[in-house]
Nanobody, 121 residues
């Protein structure tokens, strides 16, 4: 049973920072590709950042230079450091995992339940 549990969301003012965490249970973490996604009300889910099993990262253009994806294999945890937050970053944020590298695509097989991020102006 693969389980992903996100945490770290909250409400911040524009320009602030948050760090999201995704705890991973049920598989050998280091062999999986991981991603962070977000979905705002009325919008499709979009890829924010991804990291493959070798540690290579990809980012959506909208977050480049502001967000950083990282992982701690010893703790089986994925992170998303979000700086210089903007109101348009407001969304439910999800982590996802798969043996296949979907990058910023939504084809991942395993998903968490999400953590809400709200950025006020």
């Amino acid at each position: 049973q693969v389980l992903l549990v996100e945490s770290g969301g909250g409400s911040v003012q524009a320009g602030g920072s948050l760090r999201l965490s995704c705890a991973v249970f049920g598989y050998t973490y280091s062999s999986y590709c991981m991603g962070w996604f977000r979905q705002a009300p009325g919008k499709e889910r979009e890829g924010v950042a991804a990291i493959d099993s070798e540690g290579s990262t990809r980012y959506a253009d909208s977050v480049k230079g502001r967000f950083t994806i990282s992982q701690d294999n010893a703790k089986n945890t994925l992170y998303l450091q979000m700086n210089s937050l903007k109101p348009e970053d407001t969304a439910m944020y999800y982590c996802a995992a798969d043996l296949f590298d979907y990058g910023l695509g939504t084809g991942y097989n395993y998903w968490g339940r999400g953590t809400q991020v709200t950025v006020s102006s």
